[in-house]
């Protein structure tokens, strides 16, 4: 297999846009090819298109060949989209890897993007609920915001978890947020502002919740042997890991140990030769604040039952190790769903490029970027590094 490396990315800004499904793809398409040098869109054989529910959002299907036209490329060797919820946009960047990596493609487009804000707020949140099994688990009103509740409350009970760790989680987002002209959430908030918005299942308040936002990001991978045609400052992938158990809710092991997470945490950490304490800093999926507290405890970044106190000592913020969700996170960016692996792969790429304000910038050579999806049942990782393997 040939070592893989992403060599370019751009991003557009996250919020709600009046841009079109189509203009979003436009505008992340210009970002990507302006980081690259050396590159036109005849280059690229392959375009890989993370959309969660284009169907439903925007209601366009068969997005593939239309996301192409928009960036005024001709795949000649792969076109493929991909729908993993909100792992959609890493499930693409895996297949370009793959494709590359074997040799079926030679420069490779991956693009995720989702346009999810839409007149009718009760179609998009049925919509939201067709994630999970809907004709089980929707029926009875377990949508994600009472799933990641009943997450909390389990953590609460079985090792102590508090408001205020839930509360130390939002805090740092808006902090990293802040630093980041592309966040949907842009800004800081206060304890009182966090612990004091709206409920919506508890312990889960409104600011506890990410957000339902539009937005796009692009990359451009190709083999490490060309990696330096495009760009003196490539990033390398190292490893990955996936694994899924089940669906429903009732077939979960456990609420507050997803063991998902943890077999794909030890295949990525396996395939890149690393332990948990090699990785210097990571882009984590908290669509919800207790979602870091456990991911944290389950990829080994600290001790089981010991996330919230961890986050809290700012083991996770500048200075700490690692440092986790340096552009916001999804509570601080949003969560367009198909964008969001996207745009943490992205993130990662300018941090080893020091492209990133001063404020959140983290030195180190091994990063980490968690997605999971549906009713956290299913788990993607990838191992990223600043130097060939």
């Not at 799933?147 to 987002?173: I, P």
């Not at 299942?201 to 451009?220: E, K, N, V």
């Not at 340096?326 to 969560?335: A, D, E, F, S």
């Amino acid at each position: 297999m040939r070592q893989v490396a992403i060599v370019g990315g751009g991003h557009t800004k996250f919020g709600v846009r009046k841009a079109t499904w189509k203009e979003l793809v436009q505008e992340a398409g210009k970002a990507t090819f302006a980081s690259v040098r050396n590159l036109t869109p005849r280059m690229v054989d392959s375009l890989f298109v993370g959309a969660a529910e284009p169907e439903r959002f925007a209601f366009q299907s068969h997005v593939a060949p239309l996301a192409a036209e928009q960036l005024g490329i001709t795949p000649t060797r792969v076109l493929q989209r991909h729908e993993l919820a909100c792992a959609s946009g890493q499930s693409a960047i895996r297949a370009a890897w793959m494709s590359i990596a074997m040799g079926l493609s030679d420069v490779a487009m991956v693009v995720g993007v989702e346009k999810m804000n839409i007149p009718n707020l009760p179609e998009l949140q049925s919509s939201m609920a067709c994630v999970l099994d809907r004709e089980w688990d929707g029926v009875h009103g377990a949508s994600a915001p009472p799933f990641f509740a009943l997450c909390a409350q389990r953590h609460m009970h079985e090792y102590g978890t508090t408001r205020e760790h839930l509360t130390e989680v939002r805090l740092k987002a808006g902090r990293f947020a802040a630093t980041n002209p592309n966040a949907h959430f842009a800004k800081t908030f206060t304890k009182e502002q966090v612990e004091k918005s709206v409920e919506i299942s508890p312990p889960l308040r409104l600011l506890d919740c990410s957000g339902i936002t539009d937005g796009a990001a692009g990359l451009i991978l190709t083999s490490a042997e060309r990696a330096r045609e495009f760009t003196d400052t490539p990033m390398y992938i190292h490893g990955t890991g996936q694994a899924s158990q089940g669906h429903n809710l009732s077939n979960m092991e456990s609420l507050t140990t997803w063991t998902p997470l943890k077999w794909a945490a030890k295949e990525a950490y396996r395939s890149a030769g690393i332990r948990s304490r090699d990785i210097d800093f990571a882009e984590v999926h908290d669509c919800f604040t207790i979602s870091e507290i456990i991911v944290t405890e389950d990829l080994g970044f600290c001790e089981k039952g010991k996330g919230g106190a961890h986050i809290a000592s700012g083991q996770t913020d500048i200075g700490g190790r690692p440092v986790v969700n340096t552009r916001g996170g999804l509570l601080g960016m949003g969560h367009p769903l198909g964008a969001t692996g996207v745009s943490q792969a992205v993130e990662i790429l300018w941090q080893f490029q020091k492209k990133v304000p001063p404020k959140r910038q983290v030195e180190g050579d091994l990063a980490l970027a968690h997605n999971l999806s549906g009713s956290a049942n299913a788990h993607s990782i990838l191992i990223y590094g600043r130097r060939p393997k």
